[in-house]
């Protein structure tokens, strides 16, 4: 299995790193993209990625990082990304959840990055919080260049079809395991399987059983399990399945 999407360098790792990549070759996961979002995460990715040869260093701009100071951080990205080997853009995107007071500067962050990753033959990964119409406008005007994932989707089913028309894959994660989660689950159902990835977002959204606990990249595992259960088909259709997609999108 590879985990799609992990922030495995998080302090809530510092203690016991070894030991969650020991949980990970008991889990059959043998890659992970390790997903930088700032100029500090994205160099530790890098850093962990030369000490481990599991992991696969991403580097973006988070929305939540949109401020005036925008288009240095964009400058020092590009800068970053020509410096290093990276295998996408991002994590980027659009995020009102909090605030929209800062929605232009935002759009504007995804734009560049969009733009970046085309320039660089990467794919992008986004992340996208009660902001889909926006989001999709902005993808749209990209259509036929642009080739992504959407990160931890908790969108509708309709608009998943609408973002794989743009060139997306769709990633879920915990959320597809819980109880009340009837979105994630739909899509889980209905979406071609050759479209879908599978991810933790660690240190965030356990899946159950660990719902509430710190998450990590063994836990892909419940998610791709869930998956299968949901489908109506086996772990090992999952599981081979989503692998051979992730290494499609992000060539490796």
């Not at 000490?51 to 005036?68: L, S």
């Not at 991002?90 to 320039?119: F, R, V």
């Amino acid at each position: 299995m590879i985990d799609s999407h992990s922030h495995l360098f998080e302090e809530e790792f510092k203690d016991d790193l070894e030991e969650c990549l020991q949980r990970c070759k008991e889990n059959n996961v043998n890659k992970i993209i390790l997903v930088g979002f700032s100029k500090e995460t994205n160099l530790k990715a890098q850093e962990y990625s030369k000490k481990y040869n599991i992991f696969y260093p991403t580097a973006g701009v988070h929305p939540d990082e949109a401020d005036d100071n925008y288009l240095e951080k964009f400058n020092d990205l590009v800068k970053f990304v020509d410096e290093h080997k990276v295998y996408a853009i991002g994590e980027c995107g659009i995020d009102y959840h909090y605030t929209k007071e800062n929605m232009e500067i935002q759009k504007k962050l995804l734009h560049l990055q969009c733009k970046l990753a085309i320039e660089r033959d990467l794919p992008i990964i986004i992340h996208m919080r009660d902001a889909t119409k926006d989001t999709y406008d902005i993808l749209k005007e990209y259509q036929g260049k642009l080739r992504g994932v959407m990160h931890c989707y908790s969108g509708s089913l309709e608009m998943a079809y609408e973002f794989m028309k743009l060139g997306f894959y769709i990633s879920l994660g915990g959320p597809v395991t819980f109880k009340n989660a009837k979105e994630p689950k739909d899509v889980a159902m209905n979406i071609p399987l050759d479209r879908l990835l599978i991810e933790t977002d660690c240190p965030f959204l356990s899946p159950e059983p660990f719902r509430g606990k710190r998450n990590e990249s063994a836990n892909v595992f419940y998610v791709c399990k869930k998956i299968a259960e949901l489908r109506g088909i086996t772990f090992e259709e999952v599981e081979r399945q989503t692998e051979e997609n992730t290494k499609n999108l992000f060539r490796i």
